[in-house]
């Protein structure tokens, strides 16, 4: 949480005072000589450009207010001067305490779940999924790259794009459900009696991506900083919609009439889970690599994991737990039947007038934590799918990003709670494949060994691996993958049978074929 004194975050400049330090694990930080290198051929690469030029120039310009620029490049080691790894999970903790993680707790009502089987399945699957991210955060300040950079070390240079193109898509699709969701509870607090409304969805999507878009635009520095801050009002929301709805027969109840929970349910829920957490391990490490490369592996860790635990799981309860009381509450049911916004309404300005809005005005701007973080990577995926693009610098691409998902959220507001299920459980599906495999690759292929990697091959296709074995671990996979996912467009035939197993068929496949793959490829290859 925030502390009382804001120490110095220093992320992107040197500290003449401070010392070198010279990590041993990390072999090609030994060698000065070699980050540097890394650092002016990409600058050559730059100035070799006309347009490129112009966009060094502005972002030069935009430097002396804290704009950063540096894009998809791994860090010089006199660029990794970050101290504070507690604030990366901070940024995590503020980017899920939000309005999203309350709707798929909701989800449960939809599958027809008990409350009991809500929680605990929230609390095993969620406490399980935030593992991954956290893991993986603690790559960044070792090796100084962006994720899909990383990415590239096991997927190769032209696979890597393959992956990009995934998380892209994945990172958009929360967006635009973040977007709509936070337009669709600003308009609840202008509804009438009539159920219109004086402020349309439209509006408040584009006032939630404005406010995201100018933290994103602006870079790490300011992200933390708004991260570190950022939660805390909407924590205090959270409880007094909590203490407001009180318990009771028509409040926060267990209901004499749920539903009993099925093994079909329960797993579809979990899929949901896991889609929700999971999808953040291919973006971590991109607010991580600052950080300096003796950051303590351990300490970053279980940072992250709190971050990640402590939203998710006890937000996503929270939903489950409303939408589970609401079985027996017509009014409930049908507030949350229109969006989580109308039910917020309901609750706190029901019984709070005006300070209730006000707080439901709180509630929807929650989300934009959630897509600052968001579109920051989004333009690296970008970068690292198109390598071309690459010395572009990083802030043109929020704009980008925001230029595609802003009018997708507002033509699709309307299948909000439809969109959130799909969504949601198929994110599960591909990014259980890319775990697998960068997990595989990293604690049984290269034995967690850090000097493994060579900064200096990121951007040289023939000294990565070729990426075969990462994309056909994936490929071979989906054979195990599509029998045993159950979505309304398609159910395969062990799903039928047992429920949705499509995110844990495809963890443990992708380590199982990816490892034999891989010895096989680097003999064939010898990289």
């Known amino acids: 949480m925030a502390s009382s004194t804001t120490p110095k975050l220093d992320l992107e400049q040197q500290d003449p005072s401070a010392p070198t330090i010279l990590p041993h694990h990390t072999d090609f930080k030994d060698d000065a000589d070699s980050t540097d290198s890394i650092v002016s051929d990409y600058k050559r690469t730059i100035q070799s450009n006309p347009l490129t030029r112009r966009f060094d120039t502005l972002a030069q310009k935009l430097a002396r207010f804290h704009v950063e620029s540096v894009s998809i490049r791994p860090l010089s080691r006199s660029e990794q001067t970050g101290t504070d790894w507690w604030s990366v999970g901070l940024i995590w903790f503020s980017c899920n305490v939000n309005v999203l993680s309350f709707s798929a707790g909701t989800l449960v009502s939809l599958l027809e779940m008990d409350m009991k089987s809500a929680l605990l399945t929230t609390l095993f699957v969620g406490g399980f999924c935030c593992l991954f991210p956290a893991y993986f955060t603690t790559f960044g300040p070792k090796l100084g790259m962006r994720q899909m950079i990383h990415c590239r070390y096991s997927f190769g240079y032209f696979g890597a794009s393959l992956i990009c193109v995934l998380n892209a898509a994945s990172m958009l699709g929360y967006c635009i459900l973040n977007s709509i969701v936070g337009g669709q509870t600003l308009s609840a607090v202008s509804s009438r009696g009539d159920g219109s409304s004086t402020l349309t969805p439209d509006v408040g999507i584009v006032v939630a991506a404005a406010i995201a878009l100018v933290v994103s635009f602006s870079g790490i520095r300011v992200l933390h900083y708004f991260e570190r801050f950022f939660w805390l009002p909407t924590l205090i929301c959270f409880l007094i919609l909590i203490g407001v709805a009180g318990t009771g027969p028509t409040a926060l109840h267990v209901a004499p009439n749920q539903p009993t929970a099925t093994a079909a349910s329960i797993l579809g829920f979990a899929a949901i889970i896991a889609g929700f957490i999971i999808s953040y391990s291919a973006l971590v490490s991109d607010v991580s690599h600052y950080l300096r490369p003796s950051t303590s592996s351990h300490k970053l860790f279980w940072s992250v994991y709190a971050g990640f635990f402590l939203s998710c799981v006890p937000f996503i309860m929270i939903g489950a737990a409303f939408a589970c009381s609401s079985y027996d509450n017509p009014a409930w049911s049908e507030a949350l039947s229109v969006s989580s916004g109308q039910f917020f309404q309901l609750i706190l300005a029901g019984k709070l007038g005006n300070f209730g809005r006000f707080l439901v005005v709180l509630l929807a701007l929650s989300v934009c934590g959630n897509i600052s973080a968001t579109i920051y990577s989004i333009g690296l995926n970008f970068q690292t799918m198109l390598p071309f693009l690459g010395p572009i610098p990083r802030f043109v691409w929020p704009l980008f990003a925001t230029a595609i998902f802003l009018p997708l959220a507002i033509v699709g507001h309307d299948k909000f709670y439809e969109t959130l299920t799909d969504f949601t459980s198929v994110l599960g599906y591909w990014a259980s494949l890319y775990v697998g495999v960068v997990f595989a690759d990293h604690v049984i292929v290269r034995r967690r060994d850090f000097d493994s990697y060579n900064a200096k091959d990121w951007n040289?296709?023939?000294?990565?691996?070729?990426?075969?074995?990462?994309?056909?671990?994936?490929?071979?996979?989906?054979?195990?993958?599509?029998?045993?996912?159950s979505q309304v467009w398609f159910t395969g035939p062990i799903a039928a049978r047992s429920g949705d197993l499509g995110f844990e068929t495809g963890l443990v496949a992708s380590v199982v074929v990816y490892v034999p793959l891989r010895m096989l490829e680097k003999k064939v290859f010898g990289r």
């Open 460 to 485: 040289q296709w023939g000294r990565l691996p070729p990426g075969i074995a990462a994309l056909g671990a994936c490929a071979i996979s989906l054979a195990v993958v599509v029998p045993s996912i």
